[in-house]
């Protein structure tokens, strides 16, 4: 069959891709990769083919999310800060409590995304392209980026089978489904959808029409830890994590045993050449370290080092390594949450502490790996000094509960189908699909 991916023009979204792409492909199957133009060099060096649509992508556009009035914000209720002005971080994707979840909370929460990140990521040039490709090249199979609802609308538009693939927890569809039973009470000349008011047009467009699908797809691929995943009414296929760091050499230092103990301490590439780590500074984050008994493997680049006025001597500073062989060698982490290095912790079962940096469900997957026993995380509106540093890193590495809990989350994912064991599962969904899927 043919199987076209679609992902956001980030490298972390499209790594999280490769693993069940390859899969795919080395079973037989057809595979295509779309994205904007600037991740085709990326996409090209996975070895999988790759299809440039739309325009290049601005990783600002979808990085901070405030596009709301106050007349919007002013609807949702209690949004007002103490100083009178919007609180605006109080329009959270990943906000999970009951009594905060009102319909006028949600559907404001939902616009603002799509205004300000999912119109952008599936404008109407994208979405136009890649269904003039899915129409030419005929996929059986979509398997699309949680982030780009540009690939449900070409699949419904050529009558493929289509799931979302998830990089981390499902808060969008946590949200939506919340959305949906709020939006059920409500009378229907007052049932306002902001999802369908956007891609309804857009499928009608293809001579189609909205259904929930174009939201959270047929089914949704997860490669979340099922103890650690949202409580969402949905079908999903759960997929061992496998970690993909791109082209990578390992370094001869790693080849040798580190003869203390070692930390990792990261703040991510995309982070730092997009967002700046966010939290935590790299000076705090290596007083942390540098009175402790360990070796710490700090990745930064030269801009970061550059702004240091000495590295501590236990610190071993590279630009890039790749984690899926650093830390098989590691007792900790310190990081910033981001979806691929925490999921690469928890495969090599490596504890954690975390500094979440402010975006998206890293603030959730701290607080899901604490909740779990795997590692300590800085709260909200807590300082992340030198000295809470030091301290969260030496109870997880002091404490043999971490090192345990970890362990126990890593047998998990080893339980959990592989890429490779998933595919027959998604050729015999396919098949049914197309038994009876619209034809164009």
């Not at 009951?98 to 929460?109: A, Q, R």
């Not at 980026?145 to 070409?154: K, L, N, Y």
């Not at 509106?381 to 126990?408: C, I, N, Y």
């Not at 080893?414 to 038994?435: I, K, M, N």
């Amino acid at each position: 069959m043919r199987v076209l991916f679609t992902t956001l023009a980030a490298a972390t979204h499209l790594h999280a891709q490769v693993p069940l792409a390859w899969a795919l492909r080395a079973a037989g199957h057809e595979v295509c990769v779309a994205s904007q133009p600037d991740l085709v060099d990326d996409i090209v060096r996975t070895g999988l083919t790759a299809v440039p649509v739309g325009q290049a992508l601005d990783p600002h556009q979808w990085a901070d999310v405030s596009p709301l009035t106050e007349a919007d914000l002013k609807a949702a209720g209690n949004i007002w800060n103490a100083q009178g002005g919007i609180a605006w971080d109080l329009f959270d994707l990943c906000e999970l409590r009951p009594e905060k979840l009102t319909y006028s909370y949600m559907h404001c929460v939902l616009s603002a995304w799509i205004s300000h990140s999912f119109r952008e990521t599936s404008s109407p040039g994208t979405v136009d392209d890649l269904v003039a490709f899915a129409r030419q090249w005929r996929p059986d199979l979509v398997i699309w980026d949680p982030t780009t609802f540009a690939g449900a609308v070409a699949a419904m538009a050529t009558g493929a089978a289509h799931a979302r693939l998830m990089f981390g927890f499902d808060v969008l569809g946590r949200m939506r489904q919340s959305y949906l039973d709020a939006l059920r009470e409500r009378p229907p000349e007052r049932r306002e959808d902001p999802f369908e008011e956007w891609l309804g047009p857009l499928l009608a467009r293809y001579g189609r029409t909205f259904s929930e699908e174009a939201v959270v797809g047929r089914w949704t691929i997860d490669p979340v830890p099922s103890s650690l995943r949202l409580d969402v009414d949905h079908p999903y296929l759960p997929v061992r994590y496998v970690p993909y760091n791109g082209h990578s050499t390992i370094p001869a230092w790693l080849r040798t045993p580190a003869h203390r103990r070692r930390v990792c301490l990261t703040l991510g590439r995309s982070f730092r050449e997009v967002l700046g780590g966010d939290r935590a500074s790299v000076a705090e984050l290596l007083d942390a370290v540098a009175e402790l008994d360990i070796e710490v493997v700090a990745t930064l680049n030269a801009a970061q080092l550059a702004e240091l006025p000495r590295l501590p001597d236990n610190v071993r500073a590279v630009d890039f390594v790749p984690l899926d062989a650093l830390l098989p060698s590691c007792s900790a982490i310190v990081h910033h949450s981001g979806s691929g290095t925490t999921q690469t912790a928890m495969a090599h079962g490596v504890p954690q502490v975390v500094v979440p940096a402010l975006m998206l469900d890293n603030l959730l997957k701290a607080q899901r790996i604490e909740e779990a026993g795997a590692g300590l995380y800085v709260r909200d509106g807590q300082a992340p000094t030198a000295q809470t540093l030091r301290d969260m890193l030496v109870r997880v590495l002091e404490e043999p509960s971490f090192t345990l809990r970890a362990r126990e989350l890593r047998r998990e994912m080893l339980g959990t189908p592989s890429p490779r064991e998933l595919v027959p599962t998604l050729e015999r969904l396919t098949e049914a699909h197309r038994g009876g899927a619209p034809t164009e």
